[in-house]
């Protein structure tokens, strides 16, 4: 089992700026690839980011590149979601997940991340 939890969501005007953390805690940290997906009202979840397990590999939406970079600390069970330039339609409830089973990729598919934390809210104001 692992257990996760996001912090350092809140509201930020346009072109703020966001740090996400998500602890880990249960399996080795540094054993499977983390992602961060996040669903806005009456959306469905999106895919945001993913890092694999070793920090070598990362992969983004389109929306989003340039803008966040993800990042993990396998020595503090922590990965990270850098948010930069915000936008009101980055507006959404985010959340960290872990692939247990694909370590060393950084899949976009929900369904391919076994946990998944309870989220936290980003809002946007313009």
């Known amino acids: 089992q692992v257990q996760l939890v996001e912090s350092g969501g809140g509201l930020v005007q346009v072109g703020g700026s966001l740090r996400l953390s998500c602890a880990a805690a249960?399996?080795?940290?540094?054993?499977?690839?983390m992602g961060w997906f996040r669903q806005a009202p009456g959306k469905e979840r999106e895919f945001v980011a993913a890092i694999n397990w070793s920090g070598g590999r990362t992969d983004y939406v389109d929306s989003v590149k340039g803008r966040f970079t993800i990042s993990r600390d396998n020595a503090k069970n922590t990965v990270f979601l850098q948010m930069n330039s915000l936008k009101p339609e980055d507006t959404a409830v985010y959340y960290c997940?872990?692939?247990?089973?694909?370590?060393?990729?950084?899949?976009?598919?929900?369904?391919?991340?076994?946990?998944w934390g309870q989220g936290t809210q980003v809002t946007v104001s313009s």
């Open positions: 249960g399996r080795t940290f540094g054993t499977y690839a």
């Open positions: 997940a872990a692939d247990w089973t694909s370590p060393w990729g950084t899949s976009k598919r929900a369904n391919e991340y076994e946990y």
